[in-house]
């Protein structure tokens, strides 16, 4: 079967997919190690596959790490939950109501440097 994931390279995948598991409900669908303590995990959220890999030699700003995700919430609470759940170490976080297509938004850099968009559809 075929399919499509996005790729987040952090330092910490373990605790990255426990985070999202909070954030969003995330589920894990493979956890695998590999050589030199390589660590990827699939999970998917919201229908959506993502696989977050770490290996231990990555340290804070040694590697540039990278992944992005726009999700739009079905209602502001639970859009200003999952906002609340990734402030702590955010390396930006930010509510914005000036956005003429969406009453809310959340533009939020987590402290794994992954980069996220949420969106409130009313």
Known sequence: MSRCYQIF???NAVEAVKL?????????????????GWVGIE??????????????????NSLEKHGNLCVSFSSEE??????????PGAKNHELRTDWGWTPLVAL???????????AFEA
């Open 108 to 118: 939020i850099t987590d402290k794994f440097g992954v980069e996220w968009l949420f």
């Open 9 to 11: 390279d952090v330092c």
């Open 78 to 87: 639970d859009l200003r939950k999952a906002a609340e759940l990734l402030k």
């Open 20 to 36: 999202y598991q909070s954030a969003f409900g995330a589920e894990k669908s493979s956890e695998d190690t590999g050589p030199n």
């Open 43 to 60: 999970m998917e959220i919201f229908g959506f596959h993502i696989f977050v890999q770490s290996f231990p030699e990555w340290v804070e």
